[in-house]
DNA sequence: ATGCGATACGGCAATCATGCCGTAATGGTT
DNA sequence: AACCATTACGGCATGATTGCCGTATCGCAT
């Protein structure tokens, strides 16, 4: 290894290690493309067949593909550390994949957003949240919660506090991907919402381009109006911007379906094959997918009041651990 | 024109004419560089050829380059239009070719944030500000007022209001281009500062891949401590990550002085060639420069009070309507 | 006016990226 | 068991980009 490309073989590498078990060059393709890196199938197999011949993969049948070796695993350990981390496009990127809810069987774990609130404050918390989720601007009408000195992902509840685990809307992208859909995310912004459609976006920011989740900000500036828009159907909501296989639109709108029977609605809309979504022009031979933000139920808590501890993109949990919220809004009124 | 390195073309096309007269492939390829495409001199003078022969540029004279004919005047007006707006990145080009500040000459006009506070309550904000400007967190220690009724840039004063205008920091990359070196704005951040000193990014957002600017966002969301830092030395400031030719680095030094004796000073760090510059590492053959945000005076208004209005790259404006603050404070309480 | 240094240019060739296409496996169907 | 559809592969060729390099101008100092 030694001059320019290796950025592109490594990059390769790392994509076919992330699929686990063997893949082709169309596999490997989609799978970059996920992080931003353009490459033609024929390209990646002209790296390949290099690595190949540096002993970094190998073959592993014509139909299946080729596969990391001992000795490529070695390298990657090696050369990841250099890596510049920090963006947010590389922290969903790493829950995507770790996450494992699978749509047929309804188990696995999701990707979760976490607010801290007061105890005391938790079933007027609950109160504000419900017309979010009965006008489904969220991501799904699932809700888990976390009494003091539990833990979820990564937190330990504090004293006096109560974690509210809200589905972080990457998990849309977690259940595609399961699907064999690899899903780009683009972009991070606010959605204006008119009798309950959406309208048109009014402000973006790049997820590869930022180390701090764009909706976390907006909530952060006061810029959502959740409130409003489950009050009355008119408000600003956050929103996520992704792009999908052209060809995979019509399996989009199948799983989004299923998606909804199960409670994890939050696909708001699917563009057309290389047309504009929105306004944003979208990939060569993609379709764009706008996600509603898991965060929604969370902004509209912001919005009403101060001292809200939030983060997104928290950690992967089990999706056990969440409830319907309207099952729950009930056990806890009653 | 028909295919698709059209758009280098067009893109070579535009640089030149932003340039206005003649220029080389040199300066083009730096022109080109600040807006996000990296193509060798070599590349550029390949297109050019291609040009020349469809009529769309011309050389003038071996030595100074070629220039955009009449035809491909017409060409870009025409192809324009389809242009993509909102990126941050493309409004701060804009204002950095509308701004004309010369070092030299002291006069012409530079680029402006603008708040809008009410009237009553200028000596309090005049307050607040001093220490930030009297600390030199800010880009210079200029500012202009404009009354009620008086227009300032696109705005005109509503009444009972007064308008703050402090010097944009695009304004430092305007001065470093109009000494002929090429500035590409990066991204915006929060320095933590210690001591005085500062010491870490926190965070970034790049300018190409948001429709907002960071700086604004993060005085919104409250993640700025200004007025902190201004009083102990500690605290947390915006600013911009920029990049400029390594072979400028020393001229940017003097131009930095120079800069300060004129009371614009606002250039917090150069980096070394080559060198990452707080953990950002830089394109190669270039260095990396940290400017204070322009806003940071009117982030200490917004950290102290709410229903601050402000907005940042609002406009050019002719600098003879800015004096030095202390000037101006001593002039208010006298 | 003569020479020096800087800058611009374009021919030629090497490298990179990728389209085209014929071939090889493999799983599933009839 | 024969066949079909799918997927992967790599040789070959083309187009895009860029490095190398010799040459042409121009401004300026001597």
């Given at each position: 290894m030694?001059?320019?490309?290796?950025?592109?073989?490594?990059?390769?590498?790392?994509?076919l290690k992330e699929i686990r078990g063997p893949a082709g060059a169309a596999r490997i393709r989609e799978r970059l493309l996920a992080s931003g890196l353009?490459?033609?199938p024929r390209t990646v197999r002209f790296y390949l067949l290099q690595m190949d011949r540096e002993g970094l993969t190998q073959p592993v049948s014509r139909r299946?593909?080729?596969?990391?070796?001992?000795q490529g695993d070695g390298e990657l350990q090696h050369t990841n550390i250099i890596e510049k981390?920090?963006?947010?496009?590389s922290r969903i990127d790493s829950l995507l994949y770790r996450m494992s809810y699978d749509l047929r069987t309804t188990t696995g774990t999701i990707v979760t957003n976490l607010a801290l609130i007061p105890k005391s404050f938790l079933m007027r918390a609950v109160e504000d949240m419900n017309p979010v989720f009965a006008r489904r601007l969220g991501m799904g009408t699932r809700l888990a919660i976390a009494r003091e000195g539990?833990?979820?992902?990564?937190?330990?509840?504090?004293?006096?506090?109560?974690?509210?685990?809200?589905?972080?809307?990457?998990?849309?992208?977690?259940?595609?991907?399961?699907?064999g859909i690899p899903v780009t995310s683009r972009f991070?912004?606010?959605m204006e919402i008119e009798e309950g459609k959406p309208v048109r976006l009014t402000a973006l920011i790049e997820y590869s381009g930022t180390t701090l989740d764009p909706l976390e900000v907006f909530i952060r500036a006061r810029m959502t109006r959740v409130r409003d828009c489950a009050r009355t159907g008119?408000?600003?909501?956050?929103?996520?911007?992704?792009?999908?296989?052209?060809?995979?639109a019509p399996e989009v709108r199948r799983i989004k379906k299923e998606m909804e029977r199960q409670g994890l609605d939050g696909i708001l809309a699917i563009g057309h094959p290389n047309q504009p979504l929105f306004d944003i022009p979208v990939e060569e031979g993609r379709a764009g997918l706008i996600v509603s933000g898991g965060l929604n139920p969370v902004a509209a808590l912001c919005e009403a009041h101060a001292g809200v501890r939030f983060h997104s993109l928290h950690e992967v949990e089990d999706v056990a651990r969440f409830s319907d919220f309207h099952v729950l809004r009930d056990g806890l009124r009653g």
């Open positions: 030694k001059d320019k490309n290796t950025a592109y073989k490594i990059a390769i590498l790392k994509a353009k490459l033609q299946a593909g080729r596969q990391v070796t001992e981390v920090g963006f947010v496009a539990e833990t979820f992902g990564a937190t330990t509840v504090p004293a006096e506090m109560v974690a509210l685990g809200t589905v972080c809307n990457v998990t849309a992208s977690g259940i595609l991907l399961k699907h991070g912004g606010l008119n408000g600003v909501i956050g929103v996520s911007f992704r792009e999908v296989p052209a060809a995979a």
